[in-house]
């Protein structure tokens, strides 16, 4: 979400944006103010429980609805005139299905079935953004779900009551306030691929995903195929908007290059089965927190399918204020990361105060000795901690390779020459207050549990990938890599847990 300041300079800023459909009409804003209720605080109502058991809700909790259709959170909201508010709904659903819900006004449907998708985790809260009249005075504003499975957790609602519009303006076609509307940068309708013509460094996008007069299906990935938001279905005038800061560098996948350099500037992609797109603004971020990754091919901006790296899905659990600059690169060792002048040696100088720099080898460690593998990892530390940086150590996430049940030790990285590279970490984060993320050891209990057959997936597959291959992750495998390393950051209470969506 932006800040309430930033969002009333969005309003005075951004061009009007002309809109058909009578249900959306409004006036040009004159002022705006944001008032958030909260689900928990009367006189809301909640035909649930008020639980405060996922961490990541505004005030003293949220809104846990049975799992029965109609059974709804309302607030009452009190507008000061007539005239079209933006409610923004902030919302958890740790399930990977949608959860949609009719929003009532004052008893009557304003919007039926706006959707509540999966935002990943009960702890990963989201907004969507929906626009209906209000009276002047106290309203009712209804969240009332369609299916069984009932509502997501319901934080709270943000409302902004505009200026009401003139008698005239809800006769034709007028302005509206945000969103801003498709810029000129971005072209194609499926996908719609966007460029902005920047120098390398981080940047604030805002996206408004939907339309108000059509449903639409949208992914949002930038650059190499990095993920920013899993396709979200969006009903008919629901548009849900997403700030994130982008790490533009160049060449804009691998640092080295292998797969391809990619196109200097930013390009943002919006895919899926039906784009949509309602406005895009990208703006310089000012002093982000940034999280380094330094790490191999399992790590790494993959630029070609069907290969991914879990720093390239990372992005989808990361909002504003903090960026993932993905400096893996495909076949290096805890000794050529350092060496090769493409990776340590650019990275370090662009670390600043208490940015994290996650650090993962081993794949490609496979003669190295366990005191040259603890010098290579020692060196990187002190080196991250001189710039003022936070140094992490990530343990390797396992191979698939099986031995009955069980994982045999190569699956484990126990190297060519009997070195236990993950043991190592672990030891060495102890004698060095390193923390220590240990991806080995969570991978290891993931792919076991799926098993033999089913952990397939998580890797690549000749019958789905064209290719077969155990150690590199499909799209789905690096979600759940990056799934495992963020619930590392949560164990270890990094920084960037402020910034979890
Ligand atoms: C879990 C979760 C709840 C959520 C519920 C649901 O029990 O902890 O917060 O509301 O699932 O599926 O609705
Ligand atoms: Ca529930």
């Given at each position: 979400m932006l800040s309430r300041r930033q969002r009333v300079a969005l309003l005075s800023a951004c061009a009007a944006v002309a809109v058909t459909g009578a249900a959306v009409l409004t006036a040009a804003v004159a002022s705006a103010a944001v008032t958030r209720y909260e689900a928990e605080t009367s006189p809301a109502t909640c035909d649930g429980v008020i639980e405060s058991?996922?961490?990541?809700?505004?005030?003293?909790g949220f809104c846990n609805g049975n799992n029965t259709a109609g059974a709804a959170a309302q607030f009452t909201v009190t507008a000061s005139a007539a005239g079209t508010a933006t409610i923004a709904v902030r919302y958890a659903n740790g399930t990977t299905a949608n959860r949609p819900a009719d929003v009532l006004v004052n008893g009557a449907?304003?919007?039926?079935?706006?959707a509540f998708n999966g935002t990943g985790a009960w702890t990963a809260w989201a907004t969507t953004t929906v626009t209906a009249s209000l009276n002047a005075g106290s309203n009712t504003i209804r969240l009332s779900?369609?299916?069984?499975?009932?509502?997501?957790n319901i934080d709270y609602l943000d409302v902004e009551v505009g200026a009401s519009p003139s008698?005239?303006?809800?006769a034709s076609p007028t302005t509206t306030s945000p969103p801003p509307g498709r810029p000129s940068q971005c072209t194609g309708s499926s996908p719609i691929t966007c460029h902005f013509a920047v120098s390398p460094g981080n940047y604030t996008v805002t996206a408004w995903i939907g339309d108000r007069a059509s449903a639409g299906n949208t992914s949002m990935s930038v650059e190499a195929r990095r993920r920013i938001v899993p396709a979200v279905t969006t009903a008919a005038g629901t548009i849900t908007q997403y700030v994130v800061t982008i790490n533009v560098r160049q060449p804009e996948g691998q640092p080295t290059g292998q797969g391809g350099t990619g196109t200097s500037g930013l390009t943002i992609t919006f895919a899926g089965s039906a784009p949509k797109l309602s406005g895009l603004t990208v703006q310089a971020a000012s002093n982000p927190l940034v999280v380094y990754l330094a790490g191999d091919s399992t790590v790494c901006d993959q630029m070609i399918a069907p290969y991914a790296g879990w720093g390239q899905i990372l992005p989808t659990r990361v909002s504003a204020g903090a960026v993932v600059a993905n400096y893996g690169d495909s076949g290096e060792s805890s000794g050529s990361f350092l060496s090769n002048s493409a990776l340590f040696p650019t990275m370090r100088p662009l670390i600043r105060s208490n940015d994290l720099v996650l650090i993962q080898f081993g794949h490609n460690d496979k003669s190295t000795t366990a005191s040259t593998f603890r010098g290579n990892l020692t060196t990187m530390i002190s080196q991250v901690r001189a710039r003022g940086g936070i140094p992490v150590l990530v343990t390797p996430p396992v191979r698939r390779r099986f031995d009955g049940n069980q994982l045999d030790a190569t699956a484990l990285h126990v190297n060519g020459v009997g070195v236990n590279l993950p043991a190592e970490m672990r030891s060495l984060g102890s004698s060095l207050g390193v923390p220590v993320i240990d991806l080995t050891a969570k991978s290891e209990a993931l792919v076991e549990s799926m098993g033999p057959t089913n952990s397939a997936q998580l890797y690549l597959r000749q019958?789905?990938?064209?290719v077969t291959d155990n150690t590199h992750f499909s799209e789905y495998g690096a979600g759940r890599m990056a799934d495992l390393v963020v619930q590392g950051i949560r164990e270890r209470n990094l920084s960037l847990v402020s910034y979890l969506r």
């Open positions: 058991n996922h961490t990541g809700y505004s005030g003293s449907v304003a919007l039926s079935g706006a779900p369609t299916t069984a499975a009932g509502l997501a008698p005239s303006a809800t019958s789905v990938d064209g």
